[in-house]
């Protein structure tokens, strides 16, 4: 049975870089079919979707945090991370990893991580 | 940005209850629209993908329909756990992911 699990600071101070990884254990992050996603979630702006990338290192990015943002994978690792740069307190959120096939509308999230909260704070 | 519309955004009913959750696409995402359900403190978990594809293990109560902008998700027959919030989200524009804002189901 495939499992996430998203790891890394629960606190970050402003201005500083997010940093988060997502460890896949029970299947291969290397198969071909598949995406791996981040999200987060926060009370005032609900889910949102902020990048996902396979492990050939390809990737795409929510336009609105694009010039903040960098994921990156490690097979050898079963893992892909996160960095969100210059943080600010509207990065608070509940931040999420999670699976999907890619193309064709085929772009469904499962599984997902039970997700991490990270507060900027100073 | 597709924008996800979902209503009503709380909905309060009994258990036995048959009820309908609607989400509106901002254009045409043909059948590309996913449903899931997260309760408070958990991750979302699928449901629904492709508008009317029932995820493996999902009970058979839920349901889905809708094509174009306009689509429901149907409990037929509500049960204790199922009151917990529930979202929409478009895979038509694989550059940018949308989810809707969420429907809290709320035992009346």
């Known amino acids: 049975q495939l499992q996430l699990q998203e790891s890394g600071p629960g606190l970050v101070k402003p201005s500083e870089t997010l940093s988060l990884t997502c460890t896949v254990s029970g299947g291969s992050i290397s198969s071909s079919s598949y995406y791996w996603g981040w999200f987060r979630q926060s009370p005032g702006k609900g889910l949102e979707w902020i990048g996902s990338i396979h492990y050939s290192g390809s990737t795409y990015y929510n336009p609105s945090l694009k010039s903040r943002l960098t994921v990156s994978v490690d097979t050898s690792k079963n893992q892909f991370s996160l960095k969100l740069n210059s943080v600010t307190a509207a990065d608070t959120a509940v931040y999420y990893c999670?699976?999907?096939?890619?193309?064709?509308?085929?772009?469904?999230?499962?599984?997902w991580g039970q997700g991490t909260l990270v507060i900027v704070t100073s | 940005d597709i924008q996800m519309t979902q209503s009503p955004s709380s909905l309060s009913a009994s258990v036995g209850d048959r009820v309908t959750i609607s989400c509106r696409a901002s254009q045409s995402i043909s059948s590309n629209l996913n449903w899931y359900q997260q309760r408070p403190g958990k991750a979302p978990k699928l449901l629904i993908y492709?508008?009317?594809n029932l995820r493996s293990g999902v009970p058979s109560r839920f349901s889905g329909s809708g094509s174009g902008t306009d689509f429901t998700l149907t409990i037929s027959s509500l049960q204790p756990e199922d009151f917990v919030t529930y979202y929409c989200?478009?895979?038509?524009?694989?550059?940018?992911?949308?989810f809707g804002q969420g429907t809290k189901l709320e035992i009346k």
């Open positions: 999670a699976r999907h096939p890619h193309g064709s509308g085929r772009d469904w999230f499962d599984p």
């Open positions: 989200q478009q895979s038509y524009s694989t550059l940018m992911y949308t």
């Open positions: 492709a508008a009317s």
